[in-house]
Structures are given as structure tokens and as C-alpha cells.
């Protein structure tokens, strides 16, 4: 593990990984090859990038903390590029051309991270979530942790729970459990959607307001008639297909 002195931000997020045993399941879960480029965001104490460098062909590791950026900088062998950037303003299509994902990521960024990480064409990512993030991530309809989160995995990629992780696997020790998740992207999603960001915003509107019936969400935003189905049901009753179909229909009357 590199050696790394530096006063921990919680503001970042910053529960680094210190079981060496973790990372060493992640990276066999991950089925990292010579053949792989990696990206990793926030190495922190470098246990995990450092493992990852031994096993891949290229590893690109984005840390936003200048200070840990320092610590690390010159640390790693030869195939670690190290930058010293905010991964949610980085543009992915200007890194070299990475197929897997592997990460312990800041907690603060799981969201906008993992929506980032599905616009990009990745074969594969394992990363390391809080407990209940992860619950969203795979969560069905119908359950209380359904959420846009669980339909735009859904949509994107194939996605499950590989373990849970203890808390105590960490430094500082964070108030929940966190869970190794493997994504692995769809080559065609599961559905058609006439128009994808429409679905998508359609989807956000829908479940900001979840407790509502859809037919007061869509008089908000949209203009709706009685042929549209669906309209006294709540969000959670829908699967992400029926949301797709609605999210066409919708999309051909605001089209006429």
C-alpha cells in the first residue's frame, strides 16, 4: 500500500479503503487482464490502484484532493496516470480509451458518478457503494427503494450485488455498510424509448414527486388526455417498461 500522510475531507466524502482482502476480491471480480485499461475514481490510500497496476495494462486514476494527489504522485509504477481533477468534470471521451471501471467511490459523488459512468461505452465496472445506494441500484418496482436511480441502471446496464462490505473496512469508519457492485453494460437496452433523454427526464420528474398519483405529476409538466395509461397509478406500481411506453406515448403527443 503506498504511504500517504494527509488530514481526511469528509466534505469529499472520504472513507478510504484500507482491507487489502476487499480490494483483492474486487479486482478478481473486475477479471482484470494485460489486455484491460482501468479507470478508478479516488484512489485515496492507493491500495486498490496499486493492485489494479499489477494486473492491468493502463490504469487512469482521477483524485480531486490535491493534497492526496501529491501524496501519491510519482508513487506508482509506470502504467498509473494520475490526475488531479473533479471526475464529475472530466471528460471521459478525452482519457485514453478504458474498458472496465474499478473503484472505491466517494460516497458524496454516487450518484452523478454512476449516471456519468452509463453514458460511456465501459464493458464491465465493479465499484464499491454504501449499502443503501446499492439497495436503490437494484431495487425492483413495487419496492420502497425503486427509484430513478433503479431505472436508469436497469436501462443501461445489468447490475447486482456481489457483497456486503463491512464498515470496519474503512478509515474513517463510515455509519453504514457499503456493498461491491458489478455493473456490465447492455449492448441495446431492454426496451425501446423513442426519445432517451426525454425518458430519462420524464423518469426524474416522475419519481420527484413520487407520492403523487401520475396524473397530477404529468398536468404538471406535460399535457395530458385520457387515452394516456397509467394515470392513477403512482410511480413505484410501474415497471421501467411501462414507464418506457408512457415515455413514448407521451413523447408522440407532444410531437403532433
Do not use: W
Not at 133 to 144: C, D, P
Not at 191 to 214: A, G, S, Y
Request: glycine content about 4%.
Amino acid at each position: 500500500m503506498v504511504s500517504t500522510k494527509y488530514n481526511m475531507k469528509r466534505n469529499l466524502g472520504q472513507n478510504f479503503l484500507i482491507d487489502k482482502n476487499v480490494a483483492l476480491r474486487e479486482i478478481s471480480y473486475a477479471n482484470i487482464s494485460k489486455n484491460d485499461i482501468i479507470l478508478e475514481i479516488g484512489p485515496g490510500k492507493g491500495i486498490l490502484t496499486t493492485l489494479l497496476a499489477d494486473k492491468a495494462n493502463k490504469v487512469i486514476a482521477i483524485e480531486i484532493d490535491k493534497n492526496i494527489f501529491n501524496n501519491l504522485e510519482g508513487k506508482f509504477p509506470k502504467n498509473v496516470e494520475l490526475i488531479n481533477k473533479d471526475a464529475l468534470d472530466v471528460d471521459f471521451s478525452s482519457l485514453p480509451d478504458f474498458n472496465k471501471i474499478v473503484s472505491n467511490l466517494p460516497y458524496q459523488i454516487s450518484s452523478p458518478i454512476t449516471f456519468k459512468f452509463l453514458d460511456y461505452n465501459f464493458e464491465l465496472a465493479v465499484l464499491i457503494y454504501q449499502k443503501e445506494f446499492a439497495n436503490r441500484m437494484v431495487a425492483s418496482f413495487g419496492s420502497k427503494d425503486y427509484s430513478r436511480l433503479s431505472v436508469g441502471v436497469y436501462f443501461k446496464a445489468e447490475c447486482e450485488i456481489l457483497e456486503i462490505v463491512p464498515r470496519t473496512s474503512f478509515s474513517p469508519e463510515p455509519k453504514i455498510d457499503s456493498c461491491v457492485v458489478k455493473m456490465v453494460k447492455r449492448k441495446s437496452p431492454p426496451f425501446d424509448v423513442i426519445d432517451e433523454p426525454f425518458f430519462f427526464e420524464l423518469t426524474k420528474n416522475l419519481f420527484n414527486h413520487r407520492r403523487k398519483k401520475l396524473k397530477n405529476i404529468l398536468n404538471m409538466f406535460y399535457n395530458v388526455n385520457n387515452k394516456i395509461p397509467f394515470l392513477d397509478k403512482r410511480i413505484e406500481e410501474l415497471t421501467p417498461e411501462q414507464i418506457g411506453n408512457l415515455s413514448n406515448i407521451l413523447f408522440r403527443n407532444l410531437s403532433v
